[in-house]
C-alpha cells in the first residue's frame, strides 16, 4: 500500500514555479494615440518620442525598439504630415532604432525641428502637423497592440503665459496731469480674471490681453520681444499706442517693464501706463509650469 501512495504524494508535490512566472515582454506606446508636443522659442526646439516595455518588474539588459515615421498613416482630420523639410528627415528617414536602456523601460528617439523654416510657416502654429511614428520590430518578444502614435506639433512664445500687474496710469490733458493711480494684483493664488494674457500670435509676437478687472481691460495691443528688445504694435480697431520710456523683458525673473501712452478713444486725454507684468505661470501641453518651477 505504502508503495502504491507514494506516486501520488509526488504528483502532489507543492509547486512554487508559478512565483516566479515567464510573462510576455511587450514593445509599446505607454502614451495616448494621439498627443500634443509644444516646443518653446528659445528654449530649444526638438522634443523626445519614445517607447515602453512591459511584462517585467526589472530590466536587466539593454533593449531595442524599432520605428519609423509613418508617412502613409491615416490621418484625422484636419491634420497635416509634417514636411520633411521642417525636421531631421533624412536622419530620421529609415528604421529608428531606441534603445530601451539596462534598469529604465523606455526608450527615446529626438525628434529635431529646423528653426528656421518651422517657425517662418505659419502651420506651424496651429497644431496641425503631425509626426505619425509605428513600432516595426523589437528586441522583445512581441509588440503590442498599441503600435502607433500620432504626435502634433506646434510652437509656443517664449512669453507666452498668465501675468499678474502692478500699474501706475497718469492721464493727461493739454499737456497736464490730472490724475494719478496705481492698480495692482500680485498674489499668485489669483484666478485668471486678475492675470494678464499674452497669447502666442507668432515666434517672438504675443497679443496682449489685460486682466478681466484691470482699468486697462479692453485695450488689447502686440508686443513682439526679441533678445529681450520690446517693440509695441497696435491693432487697427485700437488706439495707437507708443513707447513712453524703458521697455524691459528680463529672460532670468521673466518679467517686464512697460512704459507707454496711448489716446483715449473717447476724448483728448493721453494716457500714460508704467507697468509691471509679473510672470505667473504658462500652460504647456496642459501641464501647468509655475513660476517657482520654471526659476528653479
Not at 512669453?159 to 497718469?170: C, E, N, R, S
Amino acid at each position: 500500500m505504502l508503495i502504491a501512495f507514494l506516486p501520488f504524494f509526488y504528483a502532489c508535490k507543492y509547486d512554487d514555479s508559478y512565483l516566479n512566472p515567464i510573462m510576455t515582454r511587450k514593445a509599446y506606446f505607454a502614451s495616448f494615440t494621439n498627443y500634443n508636443r509644444t516646443v518653446i522659442v528659445g528654449e530649444g526646439l526638438h522634443f523626445k518620442i519614445g517607447a515602453a516595455m512591459s511584462g517585467v518588474t526589472e530590466n536587466n539588459k539593454n533593449e531595442t525598439v524599432n520605428m519609423i515615421i509613418w508617412k502613409t498613416a491615416p490621418l484625422a482630420s484636419g491634420k497635416i504630415l509634417m514636411p520633411d523639410s521642417l525636421y531631421n528627415s533624412i536622419e530620421l528617414g529609415s528604421t529608428i532604432t531606441a534603445t530601451i536602456p539596462s534598469g529604465s523601460f523606455l526608450g527615446y528617439f529626438t525628434v529635431k525641428l529646423d528653426s528656421v523654416k518651422f517657425l517662418n510657416n505659419p502651420t506651424s502654429l496651429l497644431g496641425t502637423y503631425v509626426l505619425p511614428v509605428k513600432i516595426t520590430g523589437t528586441s522583445l518578444d512581441v509588440i503590442g497592440n498599441l503600435d502607433s502614435v500620432f504626435v502634433s506639433v506646434k510652437y509656443m512664445s517664449g512669453v507666452d503665459g498668465f501675468y499678474l500687474y502692478q500699474t501706475t496710469i497718469k492721464k493727461e490733458i493739454n499737456g497736464l496731469i490730472i490724475e494719478s493711480k496705481t492698480y495692482s494684483e500680485i498674489y499668485p493664488n489669483e484666478s485668471d480674471n486678475s492675470a494678464w494674457r499674452l497669447s502666442t500670435i507668432g515666434p517672438y509676437k504675443v497679443l496682449v490681453t489685460p486682466a478681466v478687472n484691470s482699468i486697462l481691460n479692453g485695450f488689447t495691443f502686440n508686443l513682439n520681444v526679441q533678445n529681450d528688445a520690446v517693440v509695441y504694435e497696435s491693432l487697427s480697431d485700437k488706439p495707437l499706442i507708443i513707447s513712453d520710456g524703458d521697455n524691459v523683458y528680463s529672460k532670468k525673473t521673466r518679467d517686464f517693464q512697460l512704459n507707454y501712452k496711448y489716446k483715449s478713444e473717447t476724448s483728448d486725454t493721453i494716457v500714460h501706463v508704467s507697468q509691471k507684468l509679473i510672470f505667473r505661470n504658462r500652460l504647456v501641453d496642459n501641464v501647468n509650469q509655475t513660476r517657482d518651477y520654471l526659476l528653479n
